[in-house]
């Protein structure tokens, strides 16, 4: 079983096609599909996972219907924590997911099929910070967001950030409280979050948790005093994603295209599709197909229309490799 390091192929090849990287297209490498024979009418292609994948995936399953009319698709975004469990008991074709498979999940599965579950990255997403547009905030460390979220505070604050004046020089906002909203534990960005900014520690019993990633954008944007995470592709004209930095005191930065594909944003990540690939023998045509769709320029056309970025040729074609299905390009 090969593994890979997709941030470290992104960085070498990168896949922005533009000077400036802010108006971002498909990489000019990737082949477009071609429909092929074989794929039974009736064939089920089911995904249960993550929720911040939902509408991509719906878009991916649509154009795929078009191309083969008899085939039934289900999209059911629970979560990323539902997406290796219905993989184990094969209730999914394939399990989105907006994180990296946790050690007992790959446990569980293995111990049923003798091999881990194999992710592919098919999207690029930057979890942003955000604040309603009338806050005049730009930016925030990691230790900043830590004192706002968490109540162990790992980031090292030494008191929890209660008032906006925490912040915010403006009189107006000094005697304001944090309003925090953020997802439920099912969610692989709920773990994501909790493991990059709050450095594994424990969510405040203060924070709202939301089913859905849509849910805590709306909140942001209807409450002036609001701050939520979400994926970038959730932004709408109610909410201002925040500058970040690393460090306190260092130099914030925004979530960009071009700062994801340098790797200088601190909260770009892979969205991934797990699937059940047995090294020994091949994928099913169903399968082979799909995956062939997404990581093809039609496929990632959906995923720019959808507000995500696209993969790179580089990362495209070193996926379809492990799972043994030749790329052609």
């Not at 534990?185 to 405040?204: P, R």
């Not at 790797?263 to 994928?283: E, Q």
């Given at each position: 079983m090969r593994s890979f390091n997709w941030f470290a192929i992104l960085a070498v090849f990168g896949c922005c096609t533009t000077a400036t990287c802010q108006t971002v297209s498909v990489d000019s490498q990737l082949p477009s599909y071609?429909?092929?024979?074989?794929?039974?009418?009736?064939?089920?292609l089911k995904t249960v996972g993550s929720d911040t994948m939902n509408n991509m995936v719906g878009l991916w399953t649509e154009e795929f219907k078009k191309l083969?009319?008899?085939?039934k698709t289900a999209v059911d975004g629970k979560g990323s924590s539902n997406a290796i469990p219905a993989l184990t008991e094969r209730q999914a074709t394939f399990g989105p997911m907006s994180r990296d498979a946790k050690k007992s999940e790959i446990t569980a599965f293995s111990e049923k099929f003798g091999y881990p579950p194999l992710l592919i990255p098919t999207a690029i997403d930057?979890?942003?910070?955000?604040?309603?547009?009338?806050?005049?905030?730009?930016?925030?460390?990691?230790?900043?967001?830590?004192?706002?979220?968490?109540?162990?505070?790992?980031?090292?604050?030494?008191?929890?950030?209660v008032k906006w004046g925490e912040f915010l020089k403006q009189p107006a906002w000094s005697s304001k409280s944090i309003a925090c909203y953020g997802r439920n534990?099912?969610?692989?960005?709920?773990?994501?979050?909790?493991?990059?900014?709050?450095?594994?520690?424990?969510?405040?019993t203060w924070?709202?948790?939301?089913?859905?990633?849509?849910?805590?954008?709306?909140?942001?944007?209807?409450?002036?005093?609001g701050i939520g995470y979400s994926g970038i592709g959730?932004?709408?004209?109610?909410?201002?994603?925040?500058?970040?930095?690393v460090e306190l005191g260092g130099a914030l930065v925004a979530p960009e295209p071009a700062n994801a594909f340098d790797?200088?944003?601190?909260?770009?990540?892979?969205?991934?599709?797990?699937?059940?690939?047995?090294?020994?023998?091949?994928?099913d045509p169903l399968q082979t197909e799909f995956l062939k769709f997404v990581l093809s320029k039609p496929g990632q056309e959906q995923v720019i229309k959808d507000g995500y970025l696209p993969v790179s040729a580089d990362i495209a074609r070193e996926a379809l490799l492990s799972v043994g299905v030749e790329p052609g390009f």
């Open positions: 071609k429909k092929v024979s074989g794929i039974a009418g009736g064939s089920m083969y009319p008899g085939v930057m979890l942003a910070v955000y604040v309603n547009k009338d806050n005049p905030l730009e930016g925030l460390s990691f230790p900043e967001i830590d004192s706002i979220f968490s109540s162990t505070r790992k980031q090292g604050a030494k008191q929890q950030a534990a099912s969610s692989g960005t709920y773990g994501y979050f909790k493991e990059m900014v709050l450095a594994d520690g424990d969510y405040g924070v709202g948790e939301a089913p859905g990633s849509s849910s805590v954008v709306q909140s942001v944007g209807e409450n002036l005093y959730y932004r709408t004209a109610n909410v201002k994603p925040l500058k970040l930095s790797g200088s944003y601190p909260l770009a990540r892979f969205l991934y599709l797990a699937v059940n690939y047995d090294p020994r023998g091949k994928l």
